[in-house]
Structures are given as structure tokens and as C-alpha cells.
T-cell receptor, first 113, second 118 residues
Framework: AQSVTQLGSHVSVSEGALVLLRCNYSSSVPPYLFWYVQYPNQGLQLLLKYTSAATLVKGINGFEAEFKKSETSFHLTKPSAHMSDAAEYFCAADQTGANNLFFGTGTRLTVIP | GAVVSQHPSWVICKSGTSVKIECRSLDFQATTMFWYRQFPKQSLMLMATSNEGSKATYEQGVEKDKFLINHASLTLSTLTVTSAHPEDSSFYIC??????????????FGDGTRLSIL
């Protein structure tokens, strides 16, 4: 079965610093991969997705993620953090034949002014 | 883009009450919708998969008689928490998928429902 691991339940960065949120998947067959952001008391908003096309995926709000099959990773980055980026971020995988998403445990991003 | 509307956003009610939560796909047809439960500071836990015109598929450990799911149309799924008790208090989130674009279409999420049982 597919599983998704997010290293670091909390990440703090200074405003303007690089944001790096880590995500690894477990399947030997690369799944489709997604990053979602959740603000307090809200649902999840799609940031970006990997669907076996380009390995470097650009999303909304200046975020991007790179799929690396050799490392089974799909880390999320943003060159310069903004205060409004403070939120919970979830990595998710969609395995062939499975209808649902497999979510990581989430990473809370704090941006320090 | 695809929009999923979830209603209500907040519910506070007495123990023993049944509560219905609606999930609507506003600009696409969703043959499949998902219901999640999220505990504070935790990830989403899939409760059930709602299939239009058929019975929902529940995840292990989820009581189907407690959490009734109805997916009567291609744009609406409802979750009813029957005889709710304080331990049912949680944040419930629905999502829907537009399969017309194939597997690479993502799930679109509602804004969630905060359920508080007194």
C-alpha cells in the first residue's frame, strides 16, 4: 500500500528565507503526487500536482516541487517565504487503482517576521 | 476552477442530536466524493468514499450506522452524524473528484465543517 512521509511536523523560517518542506512516498510505482495547503478552519487548497509529465512542477503562490524518482521524493520549495505562507501543508499520493488519496501527516509552517 | 461547497461551516448542538452536512460540487459532476475527519493538529483520516447511486464504502473502524452517507445526485453528497455525542466533535471535510479529465484530476476540497457536540 502507498504511504506518504512528511519529515518535520513543524518548520520555522524567517520572512524572505527559503522554504523547504519534505515529502517521500513509498511505492515502487511512482504515484501521482499533490501538495495541499490548509489555513485554520478551512479545507485544503491545491498548491500543485505531479502527474508524470514534467518533474519540476510549478504551483500557485510561488511554490514549486520537484519529483525525484531515485529519492522517492517530492519536496516543496519556495525561494522567499511570506507571512501569508504560514499554514499547514499536506503531501498526498494517488496510487493507480486506488480511488482515494494517501495523506502525509502534515507540516506546519511558521514564518517569523 | 472546480469548486466544492460544504455546508454548514459550524455546528453546535446537544448530545443525541443528528446532524447533516452537505457537500456539493458546484461546477462539475462528481461520481465520487470523499468524507474525511480531522482531529486537531493531525492529518486527514478518510472515513468513507461516497459513490453516486450506490452505497458508500466505509474505511475500517468507521461505524456506517453512525455516519450515514447519501450520494443521491452527481453534485451532492451528505453525511449525517446520527445521535451525536461529544466524542464525535471534530472537523469534517469533504472532497470531490471530477473524473472527466482522467486520473490526473485532483480532489477538490470543501471548507470543512466544525462540529461541536455539547
Amino acid at each position: 500500500a502507498q504511504s506518504v512521509t512528511q519529515l518535520g511536523s513543524h518548520v520555522s523560517v524567517s520572512e524572505g528565507a527559503l522554504v523547504l518542506l519534505r515529502c517521500n512516498y513509498s511505492s515502487s510505482v511512482p504515484p501521482y503526487l499533490f501538495w495541499y495547503v490548509q489555513y485554520p478552519n478551512q479545507g485544503l487548497q491545491l498548491l500543485l500536482k505531479y502527474t508524470s509529465a514534467a518533474t519540476l512542477v510549478k504551483g500557485i503562490n510561488g511554490f514549486e516541487a520537484e519529483f525525484k524518482k531515485s529519492e522517492t521524493s517530492f519536496h516543496l520549495t519556495k525561494p522567499s517565504a511570506h507571512m501569508s505562507d504560514a499554514a499547514e501543508y499536506f503531501c498526498a499520493a494517488d496510487q493507480t487503482g486506488a480511488n482515494n488519496l494517501f495523506f502525509g501527516t502534515g507540516t506546519r509552517l511558521t514564518v517569523i517576521p | 476552477g472546480a469548486v466544492v461547497s460544504q455546508h454548514p461551516s459550524w455546528v453546535i448542538c446537544k448530545s443525541g442530536t443528528s446532524v447533516k452536512i452537505e457537500c456539493r460540487s458546484l461546477d462539475f459532476q462528481a461520481t465520487t466524493m470523499f468524507w474525511y475527519r480531522q482531529f486537531p493538529k493531525q492529518s486527514l483520516m478518510l472515513m468513507a468514499t461516497s459513490n453516486e447511486g450506490s452505497k458508500a464504502t466505509y474505511e475500517q473502524g468507521v461505524e456506517k450506522d453512525k455516519f450515514l452517507i447519501n450520494h443521491a445526485s452527481l453534485t451532492l453528497s451528505t453525511l449525517t452524524v446520527t445521535s451525536a455525542h461529544p466524542e464525535d466533535s471534530s472537523f469534517y471535510i469533504c472532497s470531490a473528484r471530477d473524473w472527466t479529465g482522467g486520473r490526473n484530476q485532483p480532489q477538490h476540497f470543501g471548507d470543512g465543517t466544525r462540529l461541536s457536540i455539547l
